[in-house]
């Protein structure tokens, strides 16, 4: 079955260093993919998405490529903020199967000053 | 502005009591989900309805139970059978048939065995 398998976490970065959050995924049709972000007590939140293959998605300076040949869909950001301290969860989303929603476990930042 | 309101945000429940968590959206949306979040973890998922009057049970459903009578409305009931029901519950929603959409989702409901 579809699944995703996310980068586990904590990460802890100091302000304006890179960032790479992996997620691979599984899948039996053609998803698509997203990047949520959670803020502490509040619920998820679009932060970027790519719909087919070498799509890449971008908001906020984060940006992730649609790989097929790796099954890939990592995060990246060139200078994190303190502010981009959150949790990141990787989802997929496909046509097949009852249930086509499947999200990562998730991964929370810290940026420090 | 369309969105997804889930309420109370924060609730209270002594032991062996049944609680109801509300789940609204206004987005035209088919599908409804609910998810269980706790302390440091990901998403597990209790309940989905990908339309009226039909659901189905997600990886753990175990002492919950759902309604869909309305397309707006996805109540969550907790019952006295969950027996570690303290947790975050999100509840979510998309358009159900086109999978390049996202998800949207309520601010949650914090839910607290007292």
């Known amino acids: 079955g579809d699944s995703v398998t996310q980068m586990e976490g904590p990460v802890t970065l100091s302000e304006e260093a890179f960032l790479t959050i992996n997620c691979t995924y599984t899948a039996t049709g053609y998803p698509s993919l997203f990047w949520y972000v959670q803020y502490p007590g509040e619920g998820l939140q679009l932060l970027l998405k790519a719909t087919k293959a070498d799509d890449k998605g971008s908001n906020k300076g984060f940006e992730a490529t649609y790989r097929k040949e790796t099954t890939s869909f990592h995060l990246e950001k060139g200078s994190v903020q303190v502010s981009d301290s959150a949790v990141y969860f990787c989802a997929l989303s496909d046509r097949t199967g009852a249930n086509n929603l499947f999200f990562g476990t998730g991964t929370r930042l810290t940026v420090i000053p | 502005d369309g969105g997804i309101t889930q309420s109370p945000k924060y609730l209270f429940r002594k032991e062996g009591q049944n609680v109801t968590l509300s789940c609204e959206q206004n987005l035209n949306h088919d599908a409804m989900y609910w998810y269980r979040q706790d302390p440091g973890q990901g998403l597990r998922l209790i309940y989905y309805s990908h339309i009226v009057n039909d659901f189905q049970k997600g990886d753990i459903a175990e002492g919950y139970s759902v309604s869909r009578e309305k397309k707006e409305s996805f109540p969550l009931t907790v019952t006295s059978a969950q027996k570690n029901p303290t947790a975050f519950y999100l509840c979510?929603?998309?358009?159900?048939?086109?999978?390049?959409?996202?998800?949207?989702f309520g601010q949650g409901t914090r839910l607290t065995v007292v």
């Open positions: 979510a929603s998309t358009t159900g048939g086109a999978p390049n959409t996202e998800a949207f």
